[in-house]
């Protein structure tokens, strides 16, 4: 028997837990049972809202160690010296399945790092894919809803997900990584990390340079097959949340190889891709990956539901010497994640012990519901002020950028040029195993759309590679002449020929 006590939330001892308070042996139940009605209470608010992406999740606490010296691309003090160690908390998750769903669905992978750092919090947020599917956050909700469930039945709706795609030709990349083994990944130890937009970097001298963050997984990319993800799907739907767990439990620690690619401005004026479409990559033998530092983790939380449940990432936490880019699907998430977190865990999450800064915070934020701190006391809360209140650093200025142009939604034009790299990881980068694994998982999930939806994307794989379509062509028993056609016109064309009837 353990010596504590048992309390109610307040503090006070509980007598009995077995128990409610009865008038009489079978007599309705009192209300004064106060012990009572606070658990039941506080049981139906239990579940907080379930992060509407990324909701079935694991994470783990670790540390960042500098390995190499990047200081004359950035200011950041984290990054200062090599050998310097900061505390960090990282989550990994799939995407679009639910709290409960199985951790072996074909799906992106969301890794996602808080470093505790001794100028703020850094948040990285990327995924395990180096690109996306869309490039405006325009597109973002529809998206997501198209890999949800359908509105009538609550069911998967491959028609809704391959409609989406094959009117977005420019996911065409992203669907080929993730139609290969790497879209259903053994576990979250085994996978990189991108982070797939292009962020700023700048130094002391407010010099700026364009990157890309890549950790690369020191176990070794290792994947599943199709049947083995669905076969795991059943047999064990946390496999990735207990091969985590455990593997630290055990002190079998996972690290990841952290580099970065570096483009001057100069160059990303003249670079053949946009550099700040998130559809593309830019090719290591452009950009060659720069050595960074190392990412160890080392502890399991000590409970789900405060730390990796609670933590709260957003692309737009940074610290003096990074800063973002003009990248438009950037642009959206710097809004969406905290204005997210706000609606699932309330105006102030940031104090929640997983999301607090362990450096001093000096904000003129004040109030709101479940402030948990002291509320900055009676010091004056704003700014300008007298009384010596904190003050801004106008030293910590993001470097100033040139922009100009008409505000207007511009349109990205679809060009030829949104085709070439999806094709390259075809027919350059993966081995002949990879590319029959990759036209047997779109076959086996594409059959369920409807006809003139597999035409139209089918041509989008021939648009990349004449081998990737008319192999999946095959596997369809499309005409593959049809493809070919379809392939050879605008998309405009393409889905006024492929329209569905009602
Ligand atoms: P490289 O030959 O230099 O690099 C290819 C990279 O592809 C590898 O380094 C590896 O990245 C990744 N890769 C290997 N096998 C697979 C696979 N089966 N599925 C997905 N990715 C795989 O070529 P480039 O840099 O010129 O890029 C060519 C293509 O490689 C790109 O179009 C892109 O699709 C893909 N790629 C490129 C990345 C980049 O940042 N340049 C990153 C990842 C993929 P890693 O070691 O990071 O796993």
């Not at 010296?81 to 072996?104: I, P």
């Not at 946390?238 to 620690?253: E, F, Q, V």
């Not at 704003?382 to 650093?393: K, L, M, R």
Request: proline share 6%.
């Amino acid at each position: 028997m353990s010596k504590e006590k048992l309390t109610t939330t307040q503090g006070a001892p509980v007598d009995n837990d077995l128990s409610s308070i009865t008038a009489g042996q079978h007599g309705p139940t009192l209300l004064q049972d106060i012990h009572l009605v606070d658990k039941l209470a506080h049981f139906d608010r239990e579940r907080i809202p379930e992060r509407v992406v990324h909701a079935k999740g694991a994470g783990a606490h670790g540390y960042f160690e500098v390995t190499h010296d990047l200081t004359k691309f950035t200011r950041a003090k984290f990054l200062s010296k090599v050998g310097k160690k900061t505390d960090v908390f990282a989550r990994f998750s799939t995407v679009g399945g639910e709290k409960g769903s199985a951790d072996s669905e074909r799906d992106p992978r969301g890794f996602a790092v808080k470093f505790y750092t001794e100028e703020g919090i850094y948040d990285f947020v990327g995924n395990n894919t180096p690109v996306f599917f869309i490039r405006d956050a325009m597109k973002f909700p529809d998206f997501i809803h198209t890999q949800k469930r359908n509105p009538a039945n609550n069911l998967k709706d491959p028609d809704m997900f391959w409609d989406f795609l094959s009117l977005t030709p420019e996911s065409i990349h992203q669907v080929t990584v993730l139609f290969s083994d790497r879209g259903t990944p053994f576990g979250y130890r085994n996978i990189n990390g991108y982070s797939g937009h292009t962020y700023m970097w700048y130094n002391k001298k407010r010099e700026y340079f364009w990157i890309k963050i890549h950790f690369k997984t020191d176990q070794n990319i290792k994947t599943l097959t199709r049947e083995e993800a669905a076969k795991l799907a059943g047999s064990d739907p946390d496999h990735s949340t207990r091969d985590l767990y455990y593997n630290i439990k055990d002190g079998n620690y996972p690290s990841w190889t952290v580099s970065v690619q570096i483009m001057s401005p100069e160059d990303a004026k003249k670079y053949r891709f946009d550099p700040f479409d998130i559809t593309k990559v830019w090719p290591h033998g452009d950009y060659p990956l720069q050595p960074l530092g190392k990412m160890v983790l080392n502890r399991n939380p000590d409970n789900y539901f405060a730390d990796t449940e609670q933590a709260a990432f957003s692309p737009g936490n940074f610290v003096p010497g990074i800063g973002p880019s003009p990248d438009k699907m950037l642009q959206g998430r710097l809004f969406s994640y905290h204005d997210t977190h706000r609606h699932r865990l309330g105006t102030n999450y940031h104090l929640l012990p997983i999301n607090a800064s362990k450096s001093p915070v000096h904000s003129n934020e004040r109030d709101g519901a479940m402030r948990s701190d002291a509320n900055g006391g009676g010091v004056y809360h704003y700014w300008p002020n007298s009384f010596g209140g904190p003050n801004p650093d106008p030293d910590l200025a993001l470097p100033k950028v040139d922009i100009a142009g008409m505000a207007a939604r511009h349109e990205y034009k679809l060009g030829d040029v949104d085709f070439v790299q999806a094709g390259e990881l075809y027919c350059k980068v993966m081995t002949k195993t990879d590319r029959e694994h990759l036209v047997a998982n779109l076959v086996a999930h594409l059959k369920g759309a409807k006809k003139q939806l597999q035409l139209r994307q089918t041509a989008l794989f021939y648009k990349a590679d004449a081998d990737y379509g008319k192999k999946v062509a095959e596997g369809l028993k499309l005409n593959l002449d049809k493809v070919k056609q379809l392939a050879a016109m605008s998309q405009a064309e393409r889905v006024k020929a492929t329209t569905l009837k009602s």
